[in-house]
């Protein structure tokens, strides 16, 4: 059995942002409905493949009652982030960690 890549490099994180971005400039300019829907699958295995960045942020707040809405809100803020993203200012994962980071503390604070 392979063992699982769990902690990526920069580099795979910095790709995956330039991929997203790509793909969401395609969607717009997409002939056919076959087309947006295969983009858009690409697009929730991006997502996915950044989760960890998220859970890494959310993981001292496991015992908050509203984890899953923390969750959440750190979705929110990776895309944000993706909106925002400029690929010569800095790296992604230093870009979206800002972003996840407060985002998640303003609404456990909340909490």
């Known amino acids: 059995m392979a063992s699982k890549k769990i902690f990526q490099d920069q580099d795979y994180f910095d790709k995956l942002a330039l991929d997203y971005l790509e793909t969401n400039d395609k969607i717009r300019f997409a002939n056919s409905e076959a087309e947006k829907i295969k983009l858009e699958a690409s697009l929730k295995e991006i997502l996915i493949s950044l989760k960890s960045l998220i859970y890494m942020r959310c993981s001292r ?3 908050f009652s509203n984890f899953d ?3 959440q809100d750190g979705y929110e803020a990776l895309l944000m982030a993706f909106k925002t993203y400029r690929p010569g200012k800095s790296a992604f994962t230093w870009w979206s960690n800002k972003y996840i980071a407060t985002k998640i503390a ?6």
């Open 61 to 63: 707040y496991k015992k």
């Open 69 to 71: 809405d923390l969750v």
């Open 106 to 111: 303003r609404s456990a604070s909340k909490h």
